[in-house]
Each structure stands twice: as C-alpha cells, then as structure tokens.
C-alpha cells in the first residue's frame, strides 16, 4: 500500500519514532485503542487496527507503518472503508490462517474485556502510575512476559501518544485574541471560561459527580460478568428491565402540556451533549460487524435478550457500541503510565449557545455558513415555493441514513449544527425554524447596519439566537418540567461565577436528561390551517425516522409544528414509560432486530460506568437505601422494588429515575429533579456569555430578549402558521385558545442598530 499523502516524504527510511511506533504496534491491546481515538479527532489512522498488524510480522510493510503513521486524511466514517480494504488484502482472504488469531494474539486482545480474575475491592488501588505490579495484577494483563513499561520507555510511550494522535486532542486553546472573546463565543466552546478554557468546550470529558463504577473498578461495564466466586449480585439484562417496567402501551395524554415540551428538550438536549462513539462498529479482533454478533468483544457491547422475550427470538441480541473512551482514560492511561478509569467523551460545547445550529467545532461552522454573499447567513437549501423560504441544505458526501430505502427516500439528509437533526421529522423542523431564524436576523441586522460586514452580521445574529435559546429555556420551558419546586431548588442567577464548571455531567446525558423519552408520543400529528389531520395523515413514529423526504413531499414543516404546540403530550406516569415505537421499533428500518430505546439507556448507563441510583440519592441528601422498603417514599413502583433487581445498591440510574413519583406540580421525581438543577445550574452560572451577564447584552437589549419566545419563532420562520398560543408549551384549543402572530411580542433589533460610527458607544466594533 502506497502512502496517498502528497507530502509524506522519502518512504523508505523510518525515523527511531516511527520504528518505536512498530515496536508498540505489538501491544495492540493498547496501540488499537489510540487508534480509535486518532480518528475521533479527525487523522484516522485505520492501518493499525488490531487484526491487520499480524502479530508484527514483517508482512508489515514500511509503507503501511508510514501510512498510518502520516495519518491518512479520513473521516471517521471511512475507517471501516479502510479497515475493508485491508482485510481483503490480508493473509485471511487468501486462506491462509489469520495470525492474529494466535493464542498471543488473542489472549492479548481478551486483556481489554475479560479480566475475569481482577478482584476490583482487593486489588484496585486508583493511584496515578499506580506501579506496574499493580497493572499486572488488576487488569490481567497478558501474563507471558509482556509488561508494556519494561518494553517501552515513558519517553517512548510519550512519542507513542502524540504519533498516534492520542495526545493531539490535548488541545490548548489560544484565547489571546481578547477583543475577540470578550465579545464572542468560540465556536468550539474553548475560552469561554479564561482561567478553564477548556471548560465546557467540546470534545472533551463529560464531567462526574461521583467515581465511575465499573465492574473492575477501571473499564469494565456493570454486570459484563459476574465474578467466579459469586460475590456479585447479578444484574437484570437491560433489555428485560425495558420490557418488565418501561416499554407501555398506554399514553395518558398530559393535560396540561404540549407535545413541544417533548421537543424542545430533545432539541435542546442537541445543543448540549453528544456522545462520541467508538470509531468502529466492528469488531477489532477479527473486523465482524457489531450488527451481526452477539459477542461483547471490543467495540461492540450487543445487548442481549431473554430467552422468553416477547419479540425477540432465537438467541438474537440488539445493536450496540460501546462509546468511545478518553484517550488517556481506561485502557490507554496505562499507556501514559497512570490507571485512570474510563471516561466518554462529548462531542458538543455543554453551553446553551445554539450549538445544534452553529455546529460544535470551527469546521463545522465553516461547513455551515455561506461566505460567498457576506451576509452573514447559513446555508441555504431548496425553496418551498408557497412561503419563499428555505429547507435546510442536504448533507454531502456518501449515501446517509436517510436514504436507506433508495425505492421510498431518494432524498438525502439534511445538514445542521447538530449531526442528528433528521432523527426525527420534528427535530428536523426545529433544526428548520431555527436555522431559518438566524438568517432572518442576520438579514435584518444587516438592513440596520449596513456598514458591517458578514462576519460581523453572523456573530450578532449568533450571539442572539443563542440568548433566545437561553431564554425559552429557563423562563418558559425549565418551569413546566421542574416546577416551582424545582426552580426553587435551581435559584436566582446571581451572576457569573467562573468557578463552576459548566461542562455536561455524565449522569446528566446518559440517564437524568433522558427523561425525555418518556414524554414522547408514539404518533407525530400532522395538521393543516385547521388543526385537521393532513391528507397524508398522522405518521407513526418509526415511519418518522431519517425520513426528511417526508418534509418535502408531504407538506413541509407546518403540519408537523402544528402536531408540536396543538396537541397534548405524553404524561409522565411511572407505570407508562417509553412508547412501543421506541421499545420495539426503534430504527427499525436499518436494523434487521429493531432497537429498544429503553434498554440502550440501560447498557449506555453501564458502558459509561454510572453508579447505581442509590449512589446519587445520597448525593441528593435522600437516604442510602438499604431494603427496598426505604425506597417506597419516592417509588411506588413495585416491578423495580421487588422483582428484578437484587439489592437496593444495584439499581441502574436511568430506570429508577424514571419511576419515581413526580413532585406534586412537576414533571420529576425528586433524584431527577436535583440532578438536572444541578446541571441547569452550572449551565447558567459557569457560562461567561449567559444572556443575563451583565455587559452581554445591554440593558435595552436584554428587555427584548426577554420579549424572546418559541411561538414568536414559529411565527416568524414558519412557512405559514398565523394562528398559536402563546405559549406553545401549554396546551390550547385551536382557535379560542390561540391568538395571531400580530399578537405575540416579537425581539426589537432595533436596538442592535450601530449608534456609534466613529465614537466609542454601544456597538463599536
Ligand atoms: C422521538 C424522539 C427521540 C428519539 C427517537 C430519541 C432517540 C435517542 C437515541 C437513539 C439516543 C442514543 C442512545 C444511545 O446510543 O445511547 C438518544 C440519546 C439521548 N437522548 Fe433522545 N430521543 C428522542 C427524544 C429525546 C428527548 C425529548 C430528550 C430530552 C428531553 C432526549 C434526551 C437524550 C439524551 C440526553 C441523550 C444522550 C445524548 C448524548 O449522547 O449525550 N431525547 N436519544
């Protein structure tokens, strides 16, 4: 294989880093989880993927090593390209046998996911560079001889780290351009806290409240295994807590709230966090894909089902990877001479700054603006010719999960701030509103200043859309779900404080916020002018799904924001969770076993090491609980109490926050209440640009943004809705409940009008 890398330079001769890097290269346990994290952050360097270095051998050309050292310009998505590629290259496809599957080999591979005789309680001892008797010991490290600090040096672990790339996201931001980010957001989230600026900023750790509980105490999900001598209590598989407590039938509709509630939290949600996922989704020991294995062989984590499950039969199991690790954390600490346990990474900026329409990174958000008018405008897509307004832009580059059905979707996804905007049709119409609202703005602001220029006009239209965010969800959307109670316990903002660190805590993403989904309906309404259902009809959820054809054929956003703010929601009722359509269908269409949202939330939790529920009721000042008894003041639910968990100290976070009973006048529990104040609150008090900050905004123009609301948005970016309430997030009856657009206050820009050519004053720029 030749180098493609124009400027790769003389290919024959390698450096003593680049042999070194060979040299590691047997270590692949280590070596293939740096890879996984090189191409995270953008060089993937797919050659070195376990199971294409043959044990070392000499097979391995130097042009390969260089390749991989050069690091092949590749997204993420070509990894498994590139991984084809090799394999159909390797000794394997030419029949020979597959060296790496040697008894070296694989032993070496089994030290990342079985150390079946770790003893966590005896022997885990968390101390950074905890000695190398103690990583032999703890983490059943190959035993024949192989200890990868007697081989390798830390000099040459350094030089590891940084070829492979592992150090490269270790990014230090430069916030010396002050006038710049006194005024501005970087579009990374970097320098937004001065003394921290990595605080916040994307691709980095999600933050914890509590030490991760793994089963090795180090990487190792809860219940992967249960020890050999039968000291731990088993875990219920995931997928049978989904089908015991959480997947319902019956949806009491809300009556007081909207199906928008619903929305807005998962639009929100995509402004704050993503996960990132492991690089691959096939196994690295032999390249088989995770969908069509049962095996909980790195990355792959499948979710297994019980043999009497309702729909799932035949020993099949369901889809799931395991989300990436930081590197430096888990396997590759080890690598930097220090035991750190596994974290994730978030792939977004955790601050409420419209992230989901600007994009998380620089690129992103030069992928998304159009710099060829400066107006300061997002891309644009087609027309809808009856409202003169713009779709989103499609998505380049290969065939997308939009399109999997070439005979019912030749329409490709959509492309927005938040990579899973067409997720469902009423995300997409949000992504739709709000990509729109900022052009509108941009638009405006350029009518009252006509002297800026466009990256002038993008910042200000940014920096407000941002604060209107801001805005709908602390004044109209966080009251309804915490409720008084709640708001009470988040308290006044009392200005900023930059030492709270605002980055998005990894319970918080991985079970508290999903709450969400039990607000979802399993059907999107879809209504005309009246509020009457639309010719095609209403649409069942899986048919909702990476389906942005529907938007342009079937009526575009309107009927589908109408089914959002004129429709109830669903109730949060303990007994009632998650819909079918998200237990039983979900993805359905590029699955061949249907996915369960449920117990991905389960096995996610697991995978990210988050502690039992126990554990944060006493973060939360609740009482340890000790019988299952002791819970019954905050869970009536009997099916969680009794039948499927062990003890009280297993209990997974995500389903036991969904069954407890809701604080009277909210829409949580009290758990779930507090750790998502906790959140709201770092949110708000450690973001440097909250809309409130004194000097973000002036006086005058934080009064309009306070006029700020989603049915204004509606109003203004729908293609033809005139008739809403208020407040979209309350339920009303079309048309005695709804006003006109004409009555809903609209921001006054205004009041963004440069008053100061020439002298310093309100906007001098
Ligand atoms: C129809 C609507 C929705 C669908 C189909 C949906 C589906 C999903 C899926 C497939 C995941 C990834 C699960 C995993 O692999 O771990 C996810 C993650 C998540 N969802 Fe939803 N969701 C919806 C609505 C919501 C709502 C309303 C909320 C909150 C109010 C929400 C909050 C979250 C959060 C916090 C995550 C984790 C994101 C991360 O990776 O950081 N979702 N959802």
Known sequence: MRSKHPSSGPQNLLTDAQQTFLYAACFYPYVRIIMEQACVFGACKCFFLPGYIPGCEESLSRQQVWSGLVGLPASPAHCPVSIHTMQHHSALSHGAAAPWQSPTASSMARSETQPSHAHPDRDYHPQPGGGRGCLTRCFALPSAGYRYNDLVSPHYLTMIANLSGCSAHRRTPNCSDICFHQKYRTHDGSCNNLQHPMWGASLTAFQRLLKPAYQNGFNLPRGFSLAEDGRDLPLPLPRLVSTAMIGTETITPDDQFTHMLMQWGQFLDHDMDQT???????????????????????????????????????????????????????????????????????????????????????????????????????????????SGKHLLPFAVGPPTECMRDESESPVPCFLAGDHRANEQLGLTAMHTLWFREHNRVATELGALNPHWDGDLLYHEARKIVGAQMQHITYAHWLPKVLGEAGMKMLGEYKGYNPNVNAGILNAFATAAFRFGHTLINPILYRLNETFQPIRQGHIPLHKAFFSPFRIIQEGGIDPLLRGLFGVPGKMRVPSELLNMELTEKLFSMAHSVSLDLAAINIQRGRDHGIPPYNDFRVFCNLSSAQEFEDLRNEIKNLEIRENLYGTTKNIDLFPALMVEDLVPGTRVGPTLMCLLTTQFRRLRDGDRFWYENPGVFTPAQLTQIRQASLARVICDNSDHIQQLQRDVFRVASYLQGMVSCEDIPAVDLRLWQDCCEGEEGMLCH
């Open 276 to 386: 990132v996922a492991a690089i691959s989704m096939s196994r690295f020991s032999d390249g088989a894909p995770c969908s069509e294995v049962c095996s909980n062989d790195p990355p792959c984590f499948s979710i297994a089902v019980p043999a009497n499950d309702p729909r799932v039969r035949n020993g099949r199991c369901m889809f799931f990877v395991r989300s990436s690790p930081v590197c430096g954390s888990g396997m590759t600490s080890l690598l930097m001479n220090s035991v750190y346990a596994r974290e994730q990474i978030n792939h977004l900026t955790s601050y409420i700054d419209a992230s989901n329409v600007y994009g998380s990174t620089e690129q992103e958000s030069r992928e998304l603006r159009d710099l060829s008018g400066r107006k300061g405008l997002l891309k644009r897509g087609r027309v809808v010719p009856s």
